[in-house]
């Protein structure tokens, strides 16, 4: 059974840092892109990052460059999202994704809410 949980969301200051964690299970994880997608209430899906399955390549939306880093550990099955510089227009559900390739999305966590509010 695939199974993808995200943690580490939650209701943080303009300015402040989160660390998303997405352990997985149930399939090759070593195999697998991994990407991070966010959706904000009443819009579409918005691509944030994604991560090569070797980790050697990393890409990023223009919205999160500078600010956000991926990152995956093949040995704990788990990817990774460091936010840094966090602003109100983060606020969304972020969800982690796993794809047999950097544009496909075969297998979907249940997200975790990042909130971004003085």
């Known amino acids: 059974q695939v199974e993808l949980v995200e943690s580490g969301g939650g209701l943080v200051q303009p300015g402040d840092s989160l660390r998303l964690s997405c352990p997985a299970s149930?399939?090759?994880?070593?195999?697998?892109?991994m990407t991070w997608v966010r959706q904000t209430p009443g819009k579409d899906l918005e691509w944030v990052s994604t991560?090569?399955?070797?980790?050697?390549?990393?890409f990023y939306s223009d919205a999160v460059k500078g600010r956000f880093t991926i990152s995956r550990d093949n040995a704990k099955n788990t990817v990774f999202l460091q936010m840094n510089s966090l602003k109100p227009e983060d606020t969304a559900v972020y969800y982690c994704?796993?794809?047999?390739?950097?544009?496909?999305?075969?297998?979907w966590g249940q997200g975790t809410q990042v909130t971004v509010s003085a």
């Open positions: 149930g399939f090759t994880f070593t195999t697998y892109c």
């Open positions: 994704a796993a794809g047999s390739s950097l544009v496909d999305y075969d297998y």
């Open positions: 991560i090569s399955a070797d980790g050697r390549h990393t």
